[in-house]
């Protein structure tokens, strides 16, 4: 049985903290760049919800094999 599915994982080689923009950008498709602009403009809009987020996120998204 063959595994055509994408699974999200935390970037080894696109890291900066932890992987999390890495790992949803290799997901996506898009510049991880991109996604870690997005993500600081989340912060700033959300009055700081998105850095809990993202440890949340370190923790729930397994690394990469």
């Not at 890291?15 to 989340?42: A, H, K, Q, S």
Request: a positive charge.
């Amino acid at each position: 049985m063959s595994n055509d599915y994408k699974k999200l994982t935390r970037s080894r080689t696109q890291r900066m903290l932890c992987g999390v923009c890495g790992g949803l950008g290799e997901y996506l498709n898009l510049d991880p760049t991109i996604i870690r602009i997005i993500w600081v403009l989340f912060t700033f809009f959300s009055i700081g919800l998105a850095i809990l987020v993202y440890f949340i996120a370190a923790v729930i998204i397994p690394d990469e094999a």
